[in-house]
């Protein structure tokens, strides 16, 4: 009699949370899944929840979380030179960093390991193995600055219910080509994405999306201008999108018509984030200085 081998899984399977639990009870609900099973595909480091590998049958997830069972054992995050972890202020509730250029927020389709919330979640967890964080607010992929995460799921919450009222400041530097003759100004549009995932402003419709932008020039050079930008309300690349409306887009935004940037990125830094606690409503104030590859810019001029 011939034997019947069993084929591997050569695929990733994806899984989605409809209840806060923890993780072993949630994965025990699979069908083809025993408790050995499980146990085994924990110890391999072979689930990820939210593209995060756990190892802790007792794990926390939440309802929305994305389970994914993997074929292969998944690693830690390697740091490199675009992914090293610079933590700005960090408690028992929050941890704040300072996001390099050209490292993701989140997980997208094209990028799974790569990204500030999995360094970060790596960064708590080496102290406390069922520690986790949760997204509050995102930068974009190629803009630097600070990046504010919740310990608990519901402190992320709290936040993202009220974060436009919460927040009294979001600071960025920009820099570029050439100076507006309105050295300082508002811009406001109601912004769409287009079908290839462009934002555009456009005229009020029920589907637009009100966004203003606060601008100031701080200092001009022959070729670049440095410009203070505080943004009230936090539209996808809302500025990068009104820096364009006005004529002048970011040096290095390729998406948006700005001009090649000689450091070889996007001249945006989120260097102020001021927020209110939402439970304590304390202030809190967080800071990241101008990046010296930036200055260089203005100092050749």
């Not at 933590?87 to 799974?112: F, H, M, N, Q, R």
């Not at 999995?118 to 520690?131: F, G, I, P, T, Y």
């Not at 920009?174 to 100004?185: F, L, N, T, V, Y």
Request: proline share 3%; with cysteine.
């Amino acid at each position: 009699m011939s034997k019947v081998y069993k084929k591997k899984q050569t695929k990733s399977k994806i899984y989605r949370v409809p209840n806060n639990t923890e993780l072993l009870t949630f994965l025990l609900t699979i069908p083809g899944y025993s408790r050995n099973n499980v146990k085994s595909l924990l110890s391999r480091k072979q689930v990820l929840v939210n593209d995060v590998p756990v190892s802790q049958f007792n794990f926390n997830i939440y309802k929305g979380d994305e389970i994914k069972i993997t074929p292969y054992m998944n690693k830690k995050m390697t740091a490199t030179k675009g992914s090293k972890l610079k933590v700005i202020y960090e408690d028992d509730e929050i941890i704040v960093i300072d996001k390099p250029s050209g490292l993701l927020t989140i997980a997208s389709d094209k990028e799974k390991r790569h990204t500030a919330y999995r360094l970060v979640n790596e960064h708590v967890q080496a102290s406390d193995k069922n520690a986790r964080i949760f997204i509050v607010h995102r930068l974009d992929q190629d803009t630097s600055g600070v990046l504010l995460f919740a310990k608990s799921h519901e402190l992320a919450n709290a936040f993202q219910q009220d974060w436009n009222n919460l927040v009294t400041k979001r600071g960025y530097y920009a820099i570029i080509k050439g100076c507006p003759k309105e050295e300082k100004g508002i811009i406001k549009s109601y912004m769409y994405k287009s079908k290839t995932n462009e934002m555009y402003s456009g005229h009020k419709t029920k589907t637009g999306k009100f966004a203003e932008t606060h601008y100031k020039v701080i200092k001009k050079g022959e070729t670049y201008s440095l410009v203070d930008i505080n943004i009230l309300t936090g539209r996808k690349n809302q500025i990068r999108v009104h820096l364009k409306d006005i004529g002048f887009p970011i040096v290095g935004d390729k998406k948006y018509d700005g001009e090649k940037s000689p450091i070889q990125r996007l001249c945006l830094h989120a260097y102020e984030l001021n927020v209110k606690h939402p439970l304590t409503k304390k202030a809190l104030v967080f800071k990241s200085k101008i990046l010296k590859e930036m200055e260089s810019l203005l100092k050749k001029e």
